[in-house]
């Protein structure tokens, strides 16, 4: 089992940036992959980004080019920066891992882009 703590949310105005952090309860090493989801009023949620134990990362094609996902192995967080925010960027932000064939969820972390 993990523990997820989504951080580093609030409000930006379009244009500017934010840094998002995933604290998970154990090793990193340990978990198959993480991906940062989101999911804005009246939709589903979405994969934002993803990377797998091995350092492979995986973007939804709106967010390429401005979205970085990292790992701190140091710390067993997962970072995702975001950069030339968007008002379509806004939504609630969770961090899932997964574990055993298991996905776990954070309590999510709402990002809201306005002017």
């Known amino acids: 089992q993990v523990q997820l703590v989504e951080s580093g949310g609030g409000l930006v105005q379009p244009g500017g940036s934010l840094r998002l952090s995933c604290a998970a309860s154990i090793s990193i090493f340990s978990i198959n992959s993480v991906g940062w989801y989101r999911q804005a009023p009246g939709k589903q949620r979405e994969l934002v980004a993803g990377?797998?134990?091995?350092?492979?990362?995986n973007y939804v094609d709106s967010v390429k080019g401005r979205f970085t996902i990292s790992r701190d192995n140091a710390k067993n967080t997962v970072n995702l920066q975001m950069n030339s925010l968007k008002p379509e960027d806004t939504a609630v932000y969770y961090c899932?891992?997964?574990?055993?064939?298991?996905?776990?969820w954070g309590q999510g972390t709402q990002v809201t882009v306005s002017s």
């Open positions: 899932s891992a997964n574990l055993r064939s298991n996905n776990y």
């Open positions: 990377i797998t134990r091995g350092g492979t990362t």
